[in-house]
């Protein structure tokens, strides 16, 4: 397998990773940061997986269940076939509360003959740091691990235990499951129960994607970019992951390898602008209000970033004894840019808040908690807005006055501002307005470079950078203004590369990157539409939606030859990027 071809699976707890021939290579039990139970995806001997092998007269196809994240292998023969049906069971229960259980269904059932098979269920608890035992018991199979910790996972499946386990052939003569749990079931699965399960699944996520509006000419794309990213987001806090993996790296040999298991400010708070949009209100409402529990105090800075049930240290290691993906060390846990500064993420989340603010102002029912985040955020912005930082590309190195951090510095107080109108609130309004007027003059002065004409990666720099692409996205400056077109394409002359976009191209702590950040290329498709290049916009929104795996799932970069998926994976990033870019272009097919 030369690309990320997988499908995702989960039920806003955990999720896994489905290979396009039914192997299970990536699934973290029982939540979505907790060590993995199997990871092939990051070391194909020691990596661990749970698959079907079949002879070569079988052809395997993959798609996922209409309008669901049910996904449905089908192994086809002449003779025999059957269909494997993958997922998390999530549903609403009689309390309103949703049913989440750390476990993966497989459903099989069979449409012709009498097909033959048979499982290679090889799980290597706790990243595969030790041995892992197989017991067959009575009721299950269950895997043990007593190496670096103790943990355990119970299979249960309706076929001959011993078979299963030994990997011997086994004759599908009848429908077949099998449930893999975290936990010992106290009431034992069946045919019965499983379908069940099969089906109030498949009739939430039909329920949730007929809330979904329609925009016309890419509705499959962009429902299935606004499934994935509520499979990215966590139930029991709100929070919404950047991405569902670690440690796929970004060039195929080098160590860009990071783990995105957690909440980034500045992503999660993209994904709620976008899914705003689509009306999904609770996903929108969990998030703020991870947010007002992150922030207790009224003079605590917020980091960048946070462990999904809202961990604020995220120490990093490398599991040195994992290969990792294509031999792309390090593996890594943890992640060490949660200690970075980046005064982009401030702007970033009170733009967030103001939005759900003007449409969702009568439901919101903590607007005296965002109203004191928003005074603390225009606090800390005043304080700190004229002094460098990482950056939203978090150079390990360096700070520097990054141009796109003033410009959601600029961005944090325009909105402090219009918030306070909408609380009819002025005893600070002409204090920010002069703050606002004064970050503005500092950019238009610092961020502009005459010779490039474009505004530049940084203060007094030639380098361009993508992410000042997003300075019309956020209002700074009009999409007509000479001075946003003449950006766009010198961005378009300096960063493209057969069609794909370089975040930037002068070298950081890693040298010259070799790889597309996929959201740029997004990024520069909605600035040609924005200035009037529909056409040319729409061309290489299709040849880029083109490099989606057969599922129309993208990961965090694309290879600037081969077109080869890389990065991790889903990636919230590139599907809020996609769905925003779709939009915009809908509105074009309609008119």
């Known amino acids: 397998m030369n690309n990320l071809n997988y499908g995702i699976i989960g039920n806003c707890r955990t999720a896994a990773l489905v290979?396009?021939?039914?192997?299970?290579?990536?699934?973290?039990?029982?939540?979505?940061?907790?060590?993995?139970?199997?990871?092939?995806?990051?070391?194909?001997?020691?990596?661990?997986?749970?698959?079907?092998?079949?002879?070569?007269?079988?052809?395997?196809?993959?798609?996922?269940?209409?309008?669901?994240?049910?996904?449905?292998?089908?192994?086809?023969?002449?003779?025999?076939?059957?269909?494997?049906?993958?997922?998390?069971?999530?549903?609403?229960?009689?309390?309103?509360?949703?049913?989440?259980?750390?476990?993966?269904?497989?459903?099989?059932?069979?449409?012709?003959?009498?097909?033959?098979?048979?499982?290679?269920?090889?799980?290597?608890?706790?990243?595969?740091?030790?041995?892992?035992?197989?017991?067959i018991k009575e009721n299950f199979i269950v895997g043990l691990t007593e190496a670096d910790e103790f943990d355990t996972l119970f299979l249960y499946t309706s076929l001959d235990k011993e078979a299963v386990a030994n990997s011997n052939e086994i004759f599908l003569t009848n429908d077949a499951f099998f449930l893999l749990s975290y936990n010992e079931k106290i009431e034992l699965p069946d045919m019965e129960s499983i379908s069940l399960d099969l089906e109030t699944t498949k009739e939430y996520w039909l329920n949730w994607s007929s809330r979904t509006p329609k925009f016309g000419t890419y509705d499959d794309m962009i429902l299935r970019s606004a499934m994935t990213l509520k499979l990215l987001s966590y139930d029991k806090t709100g929070a919404i992951l950047a991405a569902a993996t670690t440690s796929l790296p970004e060039t195929i040999g080098e160590v860009r390898n990071w783990d995105y298991r957690f909440c980034w400010i500045r992503d999660a708070s993209m994904v709620v602008k976008v899914v705003s949009q689509l009306g999904h209100k609770r996903m929108i409402q969990?998030?703020?209000?991870?947010?007002?529990?992150?922030?207790?105090?009224?003079?605590?800075?917020?980091?960048?970033?946070?462990?999904?049930?809202?961990?604020?240290?995220?120490?990093?290691?490398?599991?040195?004894?994992?290969?990792?993906?294509?031999?792309?060390?390090?593996?890594?846990?943890?992640?060490?840019?949660?200690?970075?500064?980046?005064?982009?993420?401030?702007?970033?989340?009170?733009?967030?808040?103001?939005?759900?603010?003007?449409?969702?102002?009568?439901?919101?029912?903590?607007?005296?908690?965002?109203?004191?985040?928003?005074?603390?955020?225009?606090?800390?912005?005043?304080?700190?807005?004229?002094?460098?930082?990482?950056?939203?590309?978090?150079?390990?190195?360096?700070?520097?006055?990054?141009?796109?951090?003033?410009?959601?510095?600029?961005?944090?107080?325009?909105?402090?501002?219009?918030?306070?109108?909408?609380?009819?609130?002025?005893?600070?309004?002409?204090?920010?307005?002069?703050?606002?007027?004064?970050?503005?003059?500092?950019?238009?002065?610092?961020?502009?470079?005459?010779?490039?004409?474009?505004?530049?990666?940084?203060?007094?720099?030639?380098?361009?950078?993508?992410?000042?692409?997003?300075?019309?996205?956020?209002?700074?400056?009009?999409?007509?203004?000479?001075?946003?077109?003449?950006?766009?394409?010198?961005?378009?002359?300096?960063?493209?590369?057969?069609?794909?976009?370089?975040?930037?191209?002068?070298?950081?702590?890693?040298?010259?990157?070799?790889?597309?950040?996929t959201i740029c290329t997004f990024w520069y498709i909605n600035s040609l539409f924005k200035i009037g290049e529909v056409e040319d916009a729409k061309q290489q929104f299709e040849r880029l939606i083109g490099y989606s795996n057969h599922l129309g799932l993208m990961s965090e970069d694309i290879d600037f030859k081969t077109k080869r998926l890389l990065g991790n994976f889903p990636q919230a990033y590139s599907h809020l990027a996609l769905i925003e870019t779709a939009i915009n272009l809908s509105k074009v097919e309609k008119s």
Request: charged content about 30%.
């Open 19 to 135: 290979s396009e021939t039914g192997s299970i290579d990536w699934c973290c039990l029982p939540e979505f940061d907790s060590a993995s139970v199997f990871a092939k995806l990051l070391d194909e001997k020691k990596g661990g997986q749970f698959a079907f092998h079949v002879d070569d007269s079988y052809e395997i196809s993959q798609v996922y269940v209409k309008d669901t994240s049910i996904l449905k292998t089908t192994f086809s023969s002449q003779d025999a076939s059957f269909e494997v049906y993958d997922f998390l069971p999530r549903y609403l229960k009689k309390d309103k509360s949703y049913h989440t259980p750390p476990e993966l269904i497989r459903y099989l059932k069979v449409t012709k003959g009498t097909p033959k098979l048979k499982v290679d269920f090889n799980p290597k608890l706790e990243y595969a740091l030790g041995n892992t035992e197989i017991f």
């Open 286 to 517: 969990r998030y703020l209000q991870f947010i007002i529990d992150l922030i207790p105090d009224k003079n605590e800075k917020l980091q960048i970033m946070y462990g999904i049930n809202k961990e604020k240290q995220l120490t990093e290691k490398h599991l040195t004894h994992l290969s990792g993906y294509k031999d792309s060390k390090p593996v890594r846990i943890g992640n060490a840019a949660y200690a970075q500064k980046q005064n982009d993420i401030y702007g970033i989340l009170v733009d967030v808040i103001y939005q759900e603010l003007v449409k969702f102002k009568s439901d919101l029912d903590n607007k005296e908690e965002l109203w004191t985040i928003t005074k603390g955020i225009a606090w800390v912005v005043g304080k700190h807005w004229q002094e460098p930082d990482k950056g939203i590309w978090e150079f390990r190195t360096e700070d520097r006055h990054f141009t796109f951090s003033k410009v959601l510095c600029w961005v944090a107080i325009d909105r402090a501002i219009k918030i306070s109108k909408l609380f009819h609130k002025s005893s600070k309004l002409e204090r920010w307005k002069t703050l606002e007027k004064a970050i503005r003059n500092d950019i238009m002065e610092n961020a502009w470079n005459e010779d490039m004409q474009a505004f530049t990666q940084s203060y007094n720099s030639t380098d361009l950078d993508a992410s000042v692409l997003l300075m019309e996205t956020y209002g700074f400056i009009e999409a007509k203004d000479p001075k946003f077109i003449s950006t766009v394409k010198a961005i378009g002359e300096h960063l493209t590369n057969d069609g794909l976009l370089y975040r930037y191209k002068n070298k950081d702590d890693f040298g010259l990157p070799s790889s597309s950040f």
